[in-house]
């Protein structure tokens, strides 16, 4: 009696997990089944915020999937996308798509002639990086401007540009010349060869004392204050 009882209960027990299995997966279906159907939007050429907005009223949304370099698409809007336009999926679907890097430069921008500041800042905003920068001494090129680049301009770029900046000129240690008895143009033109500065104080036509004094240690691109006296 006792075992004809267990096995009652064992039937009704697998009849009643068959019937919730069954009830569950009817259910589940019914809901997958009646989700509501939605159309893709075109994504293409739109920004970023522009498209996620668009799909999230569509029911979807965005997964992106990287950056690339186009020649028409604007920086940080949307090259393409994994399911085409138009199309018809179930909404909270995930839409893949690739963003826009901007055009890649094609030309090495020229960049000799300004300061180092305004040649990195034209490099990065042409998507490269600045590279080795080699400072040389240049009687000629003031300090701290850019004497030539690698790769030279209208050549294809690289990764990256190397500079080459003006350090000015070097010094060199000279003796001061005596500058007494000279008028104002043989003076400039002295301190012209030997490449200092001469700064005159006073209304006479000579000149009658000067500082540093004649034959003391100076260094080129020094100024050498010269008194015209009467």
């Known amino acids: 009696m006792i075992r004809a009882s267990k096995i009652l209960s064992g ?61 028409i698409i604007p920086q940080g809007h949307i090259i393409r996308q994994d399911i085409p336009p138009n199309s018809k ?27 180092l500041d305004e040649a990195e800042s034209i490099i990065i905003k042409n998507g490269i ?14 300090n701290g401007k850019v004497i030539a680049q690698r790769p030279d301009p209208e050549e294809r770029p690289g990764d990256s540009i190397s500079l080459i900046v003006s350090a000015g000129p070097y010094q060199r240690i000279l003796s001061c010349p005596d500058f007494t008895g000279k008028n104002e143009t043989e003076a400039v033109n002295i301190a012209e060869r030997l490449g200092l500065k001469v700064e005159f104080t006073g209304s006479g036509q000579r000149i009658t004392s000067q500082k540093p004094k004649p034959n003391s240690i100076v260094k080129s691109g020094e100024t050498i204050h010269l008194y015209r006296g009467e």
């Not at 990086?129 to 003031?142: A, L």
Request: charged share 25%.
């Open 89 to 115: 999926v179930k909404e909270n679907r995930g839409i893949k798509v690739f963003i826009s890097k901007g055009p890649k430069a094609f030309l090495t921008p020229e960049v000799t002639g300004l300061s």
């Open 129 to 142: 990086r600045t590279g080795r920068i080699i400072y040389v001494h240049s009687d000629s090129i003031e």
């Open 11 to 71: 039937i009704i027990y697998l009849f009643l997990f068959f019937t919730v299995v069954i009830i569950t997966g009817y259910l589940t279906f019914t809901v997958l089944s009646f989700s509501r159907t939605v159309e893709v939007p075109e994504l293409r050429g739109l920004s970023l915020p522009d498209a996620n907005s668009l799909a999230s009223k569509k029911g979807l949304y965005l997964k992106v999937e990287g950056e690339e370099y186009d020649p």
